[in-house]
């Protein structure tokens, strides 16, 4: 049973930092870039950041791009996402993805989903 729990959201302020967590089982890590998600209400889910198996290409929505930083440990089966200078238009739910197409940072064909993790920046 493949599993993605995400962590870290919480409710912050304009100009503060959450860092996001995404711990995975039930999958060989290293064989799947990852990446992240969100979705505010009333809109569709749209990419945020993805990272290749080993780490070495990143990709970032224009968004968020300059603020966010993700980043893996394969050894802990985790990714992460730090993300800095907090707008209210990053208020979402957050989602962590795997994509079995290791090496692509874009994550075009998403096999597995996690649950979400809300994050709210208030003004």
């Known amino acids: 049973q493949v599993q993605l729990v995400e962590s870290g959201g919480g409710l912050v302020r304009t100009g503060d930092s959450l860092r996001l967590s995404c711990a995975a089982s039930?999958?060989?890590?290293?064989?799947?870039?990852m990446g992240w998600f969100r979705q505010a209400p009333g809109k569709e889910r749209d990419f945020v950041a993805g990272?290749?198996?080993?780490?070495?290409?990143?990709y970032y929505a224009d968004s968020v791009k300059g603020r966010f930083t993700i980043s893996r440990d394969n050894a802990k089966n985790t990714v992460y996402l730090q993300s800095n200078s907090l707008k209210p238009e990053d208020t979402a739910v957050y989602y962590c993805?795997?994509?079995?197409?290791?090496?692509?940072?874009?994550?075009?064909?998403?096999?597995?989903w996690g649950q979400g993790t809300q994050v709210t920046v208030s003004s």
């Open positions: 039930g999958l060989t890590f290293s064989s799947y870039a």
């Open positions: 990272i290749s198996w080993s780490g070495r290409s990143t």
């Open positions: 993805a795997a994509d079995p197409s290791p090496y692509n940072s874009r994550l075009p064909f998403v096999s597995y």
